[in-house]
């Protein structure tokens, strides 16, 4: 034996002796591994997500009522039931078109979408969701264009001839409507009868709910003239929440017989006690038996609404108070949604958290921001810029309850917001128009995706869907753009190729150009960033630390982190138009345009050629010179627009997108361990998976499968509502970027060496409210932004707290924030009066001056000058030359998701501010506009600036100083380069008295005041 030992060698001796030193690495290894699993099963961010308890001082417990809960379809009432909708009845996948929603109430009067189906038909299918807005529950969510509508014979609705004239009804509605946009004059919710089609302009039997967005206001419709229409805002006060809206319209005039109840409240007991306006006239409604039941968008006399209905019930009755209050007990049970009179008395949910916080501290909590502070927060905030005076005084003299919501919903609604929002994705997906390290290759297509995530946040993307289709667009929507028999492509078309797009999430991380030319080198560094960021920014797990060991404190293996990159092997990265079929036909044609451009340069270098190594002659250096202009002509007459109006990107190259596909099944790579993560030692090899830890928390199947398609299989299991880390992620990235930290401060870390939740069950609630209302970004931004603890003032401490707290974790206060680089320079040019907010398209490259570049900047000025004062997202984001401004103060490194930005105190932050040619310029630019708008009269020159620039009136002290400084800014002496050149209407001014007004706003825009959040 010992013989045999000796000729098999050293690594065999040590696998068959029991007590070898590799067989005993083994087993501790295996027996660390199985601690790791048994602690991980219990820490905190890997157990089921499940709603947390509100916190004794607003949770009660259910006491038995009295009152009856009846079903929409209760006896008594079944004779009245004309019409009844159930969406959790539909046996429909997530996300699925509804082309039918079936009548429960036994009349038939099924909904179908309208457009192509009907006469005069308008309306596209909405889509079924899963898990809706309305706490989770299934729903049909409407949008632009929806409808859905019932069309009967005359023979068959003779049954809805009860309901002209002077008849009473009741709509009872399950319902989440979200804020529909301003410059749209009316929506409709949902109605009976005919709204009166083209053909035909008498008065209509209908009566429907109408929404007004430019007033805020809810109505009911009864026919031409016949409207009751309640106060101004009193739509505002019922969107984004769950509703069981009812409507009854009693026998009489619709002022006098029209009643609205919010979750079983009458809105004449409403804060603002809201009445009805309309005519006192009985509604005459000539009969026509066209049109049944509608929703939406059914036909082009109806607009649309936006939002989500899990539920309808319509009577041929106006119910009595006891029926109303039965059928809307069973539904505020059945749906999970608090009486207004119960969310009315309760503390806000967010506030009890951290009350009950502070209070086991012996805490107190700050008294609330003025409104002064509250509307320049949640401008900056929710859009990254300043309010207008206008609309500072304008909140300030609002005095309604309900003032700092409707503020919050315009905020939401304006386009600056998904600016400012995708700004902050666009850290977490690491960013760049550039690859990086020393070529740092350009990336001409990735601002694609830029402008996709700016789309995605203003359009409140769920965010499930944002994930998926980042991660597997291509794989879930396939699609393309070509045309369905006409110049106009379908929207549905549209949508698919925009999770296409997506996908560039993966497109734009850094490269190094050398590695390719080393395939499986270039692969693997792909593979590895990918897998990375894909843990950081989706699950908030570290996951780069299982490429060469397993991860040495949470529990994810080896083997998880390769099976990971054979999920993503099956993909490559590709370039595809963005264009439909005929934009291509018609690159196709003028092609001959670039050949031409060809054909000239080649001509001029020829010619260069044959004419150089000696002195030219006047002739030949004329010719030369024709040659140029030739060449000239022919990149001028370049097309810059296909025949569709699509513009060509460059020199006439078809727009293209860099997106993610398939790989070819037969080109897909094996994927193996990798030895200490190098290359070139090869272990086992490794089929598509999920975390095998993970997988067992949610019970799904690890083994994904091997065949293309595992990307999207990845993609619906992240986004599950069950998962215990997608939706805590998120809204503690959301909580972060309001708060300047989230309750979880190592935000791309979940993990045992992140750092533990603050408030451990308001994240959770939190989380669980994001799924219940659907993963709406903008409803979490409503529901923290309405709590008292957003609404605290920063300027509030102590010695008790600062000693027991010293880093406001437990949010005693609000923290003050100072402003990123992009929002500083949006501030500074919003203030100036200079900023350009024309959206999207190619980044941008503001003139540097000499001392700001480098070798490696590779600058190319914007020709436009509007181009200079984009806002900083359509800055160019290059990896290896950042843009001053932005590399001062603190610009993330987006070589790796970025968890949350530095903020660091350095003195070129204070001298770039005093001293850079751009905030010299902005500050002339300021003093031009000061001098427009106020006259050449100091004090109101000072007022506004303070107006502008702070969001508040200059008290007597700084009056004071400030007409000082003016002074003493004027009897400085003054050289003439420091006004060449100056704006026009700063040259008709003194030269002295324009140097001290641009100084003084200069210093205003060095202000501690300007360049923070309090």
Known sequence: MLVLLSLIGSSAKEILCEDSPQKKSQKQNKSSWEKRLKKADSFWSFKPLKRPSLPDEISSTPTASSKPTWAPNHAPLQEYLEAWYVSSTLSLRDRELVLSWNDQSGKN????????????GFGHPPRFIERGKIQGHPAIRFGPLMGLGVKTPTDSHADLYKLKGNSGYTFIMVV???????????????????????????????????LHPASSRLSHSGGFGHNAALSHFSLRRITHRPLVLTLIKKPGAMTSSTEFFVNGQAQTQNPLKSTLSGSQA??????????SIFLGSALKELAHFRGDVSEVAFYSTALTQAQREAVEAGLLKKYKIESSKKEAQRTHPIDAFV???????????????????????????????????????????DKTPYAWERLIDELLDSPRYGERWGRHWLDVARYADTGGYETDIYYRNAWRFRDYVVKSFNDDKPFDLFVQ??????????DNLDLAGSYVIDPEKIKNFEALTATGFYALGPQIHESNMDAKKLRLERLTDWVDTTGSA????????????????????????????????????????????????DYKQHYPAVIRVDEARKAYRLYERKTGGRQRTPQETQQLQQLKLSLADALLSLPIRDAQGVAYDGLMEPPKVSVLQPEIEALVPPIFILERGELHREGEKVNPALPQFLAAKTEANKALPSAIKSRGELARWITRSDHPLTSRVMVNRIWQWHFGQGLVPTANDFGAMGIPPSHPLLLDWLAHEFIAHGWSIKTMHRLIMTSKTYQQSSNFSSETHQNKDPDNRLLWRTNRRRLEGEALWDAIHSVAGTLNLRMGGRPVMPPLIAEELTDKANWVPSQDPGDHTRRGIYIIVRRNFRFPLFEIFDAPVNAVSCAGREVSTVAPQALWLLNNHTSFQQSQNFATRLLREAGNDSEKQIQRAFNLALQRDPNPQELKESLDLLVKLKNQPIAEEDFDPLPDPLKKLPKKQAKALIGFCLMLLNLNEFIYID
């Not at 749209?184 to 009868?193: A, S």
């Not at 053909?199 to 209509?204: E, H, I, L, T, Y």
């Not at 289709?469 to 396939?478: H, K, N, R, T, V």
């Open 538 to 585: 989706f699950l908030g797990l570290t996951l780069a630390c299982a490429r060469c060991h397993d991860h040495k404190t949470d529990p994810i293996s080896q083997r998880d982190y390769y099976s990971l990159q054979a999920v993503f092997a099956q993909s490559r990265e590709a370039e595809i138009p963005i264009q439909h079929g005929m934009g291509i036909a």
């Open 109 to 120: 009067r099924n909904l179908i979408p309208t457009r192509s189906r009907l006469n005069e």
């Open 469 to 478: 289709e980042q991660i597997a667009g291509d794989e879930l929507w396939p």
């Open 282 to 291: 009985i509604p005459d409604m000539r009969l026509r038996s066209d049109w």
């Open 355 to 397: 009350l009950k916080k502070l209070k086991q501290a012996r805490l107190s909590s700050a008294p609330p921001a003025s409104k002064q502070v509250l509307i320049r927060r949640a401008y900056f905030d929710l859009l990254g810029l300043p309010p207008s005076p206008e609309k500072v005084k304008a909140f300030v003299q």
């Open 176 to 210: 989440y409507l979200d804020t529909l946009p301003q410059r749209q004059n009316v929506g409709t919710l949902f109605g009976f009868g005919d709204p009166a089609p083209g053909a035909n302009f008498g008065k209509p039997t209908s009566g429907f709910i109408e």
